[in-house]
């Protein structure tokens, strides 16, 4: 992650440990391979190492907004779980709903990046954005909620790079 820049650029700490992400498609994340928004338009599975008894959050972020060279709206978010007991992600609290890779045509390749994060607490909260909602998605700051909720460095992640191909199409057709 050093080398991809995500370190300075969303965190100031290296993840603790990888975390092991897999797409329906059958893709698997490894850090920094390319893969199509075609691949990774659908919700994957996430798994990190987790204490039982604790709480985590998954942040999903494109730093890359709209491109790399010009990332004016970094970062925006793509998913965001909280109070996941240990890694169970399918029972914790989804605040953003998954939405894949969607660079747009000409923007070169972004980086899709994973950060699990061990909570102090239970986090409370009623926000919730859909994934046709492009609002509460701009400008999202890993940084932010790590102050915010006193995360500490992440104790896992991974990530991808995608560039445009035609499914981004039809994402850009259901967000609004």
Known sequence: ????????????????????????????????????????????????????????????????????????????LHWLVINIPGNKVSEGQTIAEYIGAGPREGTGLHR???LVFKQNDKITTEKFVSKTSRTGRIN????????????????????????YDDYVKTLIETVQ
């Open 1 to 76: 992650m050093d080398t991809a820049g995500i370190i300075p650029d969303i965190i100031d700490v290296k993840p603790a440990s990888k975390a092991t992400i897999t797409y329906p498609s059958g893709v698997q994340v490894e850090l920094g391979k390319e893969l199509t928004p075609t691949q990774v338009k659908d919700q994957p599975t996430v798994v990190f190492d987790a204490e039982p008894n604790s709480l985590y959050t998954i942040l999903l972020v494109d730093p890359d907004a709209p491109s790399r060279e010009d990332p004016k709206f970094r970062e925006l």
């Open 112 to 114: 899709y990046v994973f």
């Open 140 to 163: 999202v700051k890993a940084r932010d909620y790590i102050q915010k909720y006193s995360f500490g460095g992440p104790v896992a992640g991974n990530f991808f790079q995608a560039q």
